[in-house]
C-alpha cells in the first residue's frame, strides 16, 4: 500500500505552529471556510489582504482589507494563506509573484461537503486511495493523482505546477473525439463546454442533450446554440431521481444544491434520454456527481460513453468516483488530469 502523504506536513499544522502572522489572501466563501476551519483548531489570522486593484479598504470579518505592500510596511514577513480561486493568467501570475516574496500556502477546504483533506480524512480512506490509483492507465494521471493528493494535504503550490496540463493534450490523446458523436452535457452552464466540444469534433456530430437549472445561464445556454441542429436542451438539475430539490440563487458555475435554496426541478439523465444513444458526457454539476452518475447507470451500462467528469468538488472525489464507475462498468480505463487553476479546480476524471 502506497502511502502517498509520506513525508509531508499537514497545512494546517504549519499554519498552526507558525511563528510568523498569517495574512488570508481573498475574501468570499473560501475565506469564510478558512476563517471557520482556524477557530476550530485556534489558528490566528492577523490580516486580510486582496489584489491591489480589489482593496478599498473595506471591512470583512472585523478586518480591514489591506494590500499586499500595506502588510509589508506593518509586519515585514508573513505567511500568506490563499483563499480564492482562480484559472486567469495574471491572477495566477500575481499569485506566484506572492509565493515568491513570502511563504504562500493553500488551505484545502472544500468546495462542497464537510470533509476536510486533513490527516484523519487521508488516514480513514487510505485504502480507497489506492485502489483508485491502482486503476489508473497512465504515468500522467498517477502523477496527477499524487501531486494532488500532496498539493491538498500541504498547501504547497509547488504540487499543483508539476502536475497541471493543457486541456488540449487530454482531448487529442485521451478523448479522442470523432465527427459522430452523440453529447450529453450536464451542467452545460452557457454553452461554453458545446462550444468546447464543438471545436474539438470540427462542427459535426449526431446529437446534442444539454440540461442547466439556472434560469439566467439557461438563456444564455439556448442563445448560444442558435442555428445548431439535433440540439435538445432542458432547464433541470441532473440527479439520480426525478424530484424536485434546492439551488441556491447565485448565477454562474456556483449555481449548487443548497438546503436554503429555491426549489428546482431535477431529473435523472436515463429518464430524459429515454434510451437515446450517448457516446460523450461531461459532468460539472457543483458536487452532484455521484448522483448523477447513479442517475445515469443504464447510459453508462449501455453504451459507454465517454466521461468527462469534475472530480475536484467534494474531498472524497478524487478517489470515490473512480471507485463508483469502475463498479457500473468494469471495462472503462481512467485517466485524471489538472487543468491550469488554482487551487486545484478544473482536476477532471476522463473515462473511456
Known amino acids: 500500500m502506497i502511502n502517498f502523504i509520506e513525508g509531508l506536513s499537514s497545512v494546517w499544522d504549519v499554519l498552526k505552529q507558525s511563528e510568523k502572522p498569517i495574512i488570508l489572501y481573498g475574501m468570499g466563501d473560501g475565506a469564510d471556510k478558512v476563517l471557520a476551519r482556524f477557530d476550530k483548531l485556534g489558528i490566528k489570522a492577523s490580516g486580510v489582504m486582496a489584489s491591489d486593484d480589489f482593496v478599498r479598504y473595506q ?102 505546477d508539476s502536475c497541471t496540463t493543457d486541456k488540449d493534450e487530454v482531448f487529442e490523446n485521451v478523448l479522442k473525439l470523432g465527427e459522430n458523436e452523440s453529447y450529453l452535457d450536464l451542467g452545460a452552464y452557457n454553452g461554453d463546454t458545446i462550444e468546447e466540444f464543438l471545436g474539438c469534433c470540427g462542427g459535426r456530430y449526431d446529437s446534442i442533450t444539454a440540461l442547466e437549472p439556472n434560469a439566467k445561464s439557461f438563456q444564455k445556454l439556448k442563445d448560444s446554440v442558435l442555428g445548431l441542429e439535433r440540439v435538445s436542451l432542458w432547464q433541470l438539475a441532473s440527479y439520480n431521481k426525478n424530484t424536485l430539490i434546492n439551488f441556491n440563487s447565485k448565477t454562474g ?26 457516446t460523450y458526457a461531461k459532468l460539472d454539476v457543483e458536487g452532484a456527481e455521484r448522483e448523477t452518475l447513479e442517475g445515469m447507470e443504464n447510459t453508462i451500462r ?14 472524497e472525489d478524487i478517489f470515490a468516483l473512480i471507485l463508483q464507475l469502475h463498479s457500473l462498468n468494469p471495462d472503462y480505463r481512467f485517466f485524471l488530469r489538472h487543468h491550469p487553476y488554482i487551487p486545484h479546480w478544473d482536476t477532471n476524471l476522463y473515462a473511456v
Open 59 to 160: 471591512n470583512y470579518r472585523g478586518f480591514t482589507v489591506k494590500k499586499l505592500s500595506d502588510f509589508e510596511l506593518e509586519l515585514g514577513d508573513f505567511v500568506v494563506a490563499l483563499c480564492f480561486a482562480s484559472q486567469l493568467p495574471d491572477v495566477m501570475a500575481n499569485i506566484r509573484r506572492v509565493g515568491e516574496r513570502h511563504t504562500l500556502l493553500v488551505p484545502s477546504v472544500p468546495v462542497f461537503g464537510d470533509n476536510v483533506f486533513d490527516y484523519e480524512f487521508y488516514n480513514s480512506n487510505e485504502e480507497r486511495f489506492n485502489q483508485a490509483y491502482s486503476l489508473l492507465s497512465d504515468e500522467l494521471s498517477r502523477r496527477v493523482f499524487r501531486d494532488i493528493i500532496a498539493f491538498q494535504y500541504s498547501g504547497e503550490l509547488r504540487y499543483l
Open 253 to 278: 458555475r456556483n449555481c449548487a444544491i443548497d438546503p436554503n435554496g429555491a426549489p428546482v426541478q431535477a431529473a435523472r439523465a436515463d429518464t430524459i434520454l429515454c434510451g437515446k444513444r450517448v
Open 302 to 315: 449501455l453504451f459507454k460513453p465517454k466521461l468527462n467528469i469534475a472530480a475536484y468538488h467534494r474531498s
